[in-house]
């Protein structure tokens, strides 16, 4: 049985999404569908990569590789929904459905939050223990901290999900979202959810603001040990290591501390939407440029990729 189905009035919502116009509507399915296909495209292109490249097969392109997979499944959880609620005219999605949607987003989320944290380690260890770089960071640690930031997410998002959806919902129905997110749904309950929302600002703090702890910690460390190589140009190669992680790491967590840690007097749910693309959309899409871009080995594997593949014809 579904968590709050039996005290339960509605058996679906209804996602309002960003507008009723159809012309408006139809821009934005261009849009988000080239959004969609340009985040699963890239990620894919980047996980395809590592894969074949033997040279790639280090802890750092792993953890890439990992978090390319995340951002892949991060994104499909919501957007395909969204597309096609965008053309249909009915935008109405089960409440099981919602649950699993709000379950399976919250998970992935978190992973991704926990992940940034195991990301921040390889760097600090990659700079400051570069020549025990592989022995600290071996395959048997690389692949317990992934399976950690999965467990981690998926378990903390049952918390949040249970809390969510076990409340009596007897009312409106209508979702001000595209997806069914945490505070949006919760909303709508036909209770006082204050203590609800207490319980899950508590969980926000434990995954949002410890792992931004952690990766601020890690960076200190990281740039006392740079500023402590004499030569610029080993200075500059060595930021340039981190300069792709902190860029996406900004770009996620800024927005999501906002939605999570936010005062509830300043809930307003048109700008939630808004605010909500950065870190589930715009963040898919921004990895795999990010790391392509800056990134000489990834641009090596791929024209490496394309040569054989010219060869092959």
């Known amino acids: ?6 005290q339960s009035w509605v058996s679906e919502f209804i996602l309002i999404g960003f507008s009723s116009d159809p012309t408006t509507n139809s821009i934005l399915f261009i849009v988000f569908l080239l959004i969609y296909l340009s985040s699963v495209l890239g990620n894919g292109l980047i996980i395809l990569l590592v894969c074949l490249d033997t040279q790639l097969h280090t802890p750092m392109y792993f953890f890439l590789c990992t978090l390319s997979l995340l951002d ?8 395909p929904q969204m597309l096609v609620h965008l053309l249909a ?31 921040a380690y390889d760097r600090y260890v990659a700079i400051c223990y ?5 022995v600290i960071l071996n395959w048997g640690l690389c692949i317990r901290l992934a399976a950690g930031s999965w467990i981690c997410g998926f378990f903390s998002s049952l918390l949040h999900t249970f809390f969510t959806m076990s409340l009596p919902y007897c009312g409106p129905n209508r ?7 945490g505070p949006s749904v919760r909303s709508l309950a036909c209770m006082d959810t204050h203590l609800i929302e207490m319980v899950d600002f508590v969980l ?78 715009f963040t898919a899409l921004l990895n795999p440029v990010v790391y392509s871009l800056r990134n000489k ?17």
Not at 72 to 79: A, E, F, G, P, R
Not at 93 to 117: D, H, K, R
Not at 130 to 134: F, N
Not at 225 to 248: D, E, N, P, W, Y
Request: proline residues 4%; aromatic residues 14%.
């Open 1 to 6: 049985m579904i968590p709050g189905q039996n």
């Open 72 to 79: 892949m499944s991060y994104v499909t959880t919501t957007m």
């Open 89 to 119: 005219h009915s935008q109405t999605i089960s409440f099981a459905g919602c649950w699993l949607q709000m379950y399976v987003f919250g998970a992935l989320g978190i992973t991704e939050c926990t992940f940034f944290v195991v990301m």
């Open 130 to 134: 570069p020549l025990r770089y592989t």
């Open 175 to 181: 979702v001000n979202h595209y997806f069914c997110e």
């Open 204 to 281: 926000s703090v434990f995954v949002v603001v410890i792992p931004i702890s952690l990766i601020v910690a890690s960076y200190i460390r990281i740039a006392m040990a740079i500023l402590k190589i004499k030569s610029t140009q080993g200075r500059c190669k060595a930021f340039s290591t981190c300069a792709s992680h902190l860029t996406v790491v900004t770009f996620f967590y800024a927005p999501a501390t906002y939605i999570y840690l936010r005062p509830n007097s300043s809930y307003s749910p048109e700008r939630d939407k808004q605010v909500s693309l950065f870190y589930n959309a």
């Open 297 to 313: 080995d990834i641009k090596r594997a791929f024209l490496k990729v394309m040569g054989h593949s010219r060869l092959d014809q």
